[in-house]
């Protein structure tokens, strides 16, 4: 059987990773979709899942996958235009909620892929939602000139809360366990900050290191 799944659609940084499985021979493929399909007009013009046919056309060729072999795909939005290709090719298709294997596998691939963008490997560890897109958000702000270039500009969500002003002041730190969301490392206690503030659906403070 072939499964098919992603991670990352919902993730206002980075791509999204594709991922098959393959479980006769536990085989895992990935690959992502670049950023560049999720700009304002070719995220309108559904450019992303255009490449996800791209994507499970090269996996399908390398793979030597027969139209007779049973196919699970996610229900997700993202698959529509898969979904339809491989019914206009006549593969055993069926759409389904995806668990176990593949799920964890593309999960951790895409997890990886976003620290490899920078994202502090604490941020995902420790937050329960850390693909949330206002925690997201948070992070971007925290280096808004370079991270804004990581994130899915097409969004409506993007064009709302991406070009918000950020209230900049210094103190000290005070409370304890913080990590600078420039850097990533951990925040001394009674160690000089800068302090960002931004009211995106609530009121951020963000606590950077004074020479981050």
């Keep these: 059987m072939i499964q098919i799944d992603d991670a990352g659609s919902g993730s206002l940084i980075g791509g999204?990773?594709?991922g098959l499985y393959y479980t006769r021979f536990n085989q895992f493929k990935y690959d992502f979709i670049p950023l560049d399909c999720y700009t304002p007009n070719n995220f309108k013009e559904k450019k992303y899942q255009e490449y996800v046919?791209?994507?499970?056309?090269?996996?399908?060729?390398?793979?030597?996958?027969?139209?007779?072999?049973?196919?699970?795909?996610?229900q997700g939005y993202i698959f529509d235009i898969l979904r339809e290709y491989l019914k206009s090719k006549n593969y055993n298709l069926k759409?389904?909620?995806?668990?176990?294997?593949?799920?964890?596998?593309?999960?951790?691939?895409?997890?990886?892929?976003?620290?490899?963008?920078?994202?502090?490997?604490?941020?995902?560890?420790?937050?329960?939602?850390?693909?949330?897109?206002?925690k997201l958000l948070r992070w971007v702000y925290a280096n808004y000139d370079h991270r804004k270039n990581l994130c899915k500009t097409g969004w409506k969500s993007w064009q709302?809360?991406?070009k918000l002003p950020i209230q900049v002041s210094h103190g000290k730190m005070v409370l304890t366990g913080y990590f600078c969301l420039k850097c990533g490392k951990k925040i001394?206690?009674?160690?000089?900050?800068?302090?960002?503030?931004?009211?995106?659906?609530?009121?951020?403070?963000?606590?950077?290191?004074?020479?981050?």
């Design 16 to 18: 999204t990773c594709i």
């Design 53 to 74: 046919v791209k994507i499970i056309s090269r996996f399908f060729n390398e793979l030597s996958i027969s139209k007779n072999e049973p196919i699970e795909l996610c």
């Design 95 to 134: 759409s389904t909620k995806i668990k176990g294997v593949l799920q964890e596998k593309v999960e951790k691939a895409f997890a990886d892929y976003s620290v490899s963008l920078g994202l502090p490997q604490n941020y995902i560890l420790y937050t329960k939602y850390p693909f949330h897109f206002h």
């Design 160 to 162: 709302k809360y991406g």
């Design 188 to 212: 001394k206690a009674q160690s000089p900050i800068k302090i960002f503030e931004f009211v995106s659906n609530k009121k951020n403070v963000l606590y950077i290191h004074e020479d981050c």
